[in-house]
């Protein structure tokens, strides 16, 4: 019995962890992003798929690499 609840509540933590993935078309059109549109639609990739985080840190990256 104690196995079985210790089993559903991974399963449960696993399908919270896992963060929604968008196109490069519908992170383009949110409003997350409208102020970076251009430079989203630059650095993603057509029929991929992204993460906030990913798409986040794609920006960051590429923005650290314009200081140098």
Known sequence: MAA???RES???TN???VEPRFG???IVA???YRNQRDL???LLDDGE???YETVDGLIEQYKKG???
Do not use: H, I, P
Request: hydrophobic share 25%.
């Open 49 to 51: 798929t992204y993460t």
């Open 4 to 6: 079985r609840k210790k």
């Open 66 to 68: 314009l200081v140098k």
């Open 40 to 42: 989203v639609n630059a």
């Open 24 to 26: 490069k078309g519908q």
């Open 30 to 32: 949110s409003e997350k």
């Open 15 to 17: 399908e919270r962890a």
């Open 10 to 12: 991974e399963a449960e």
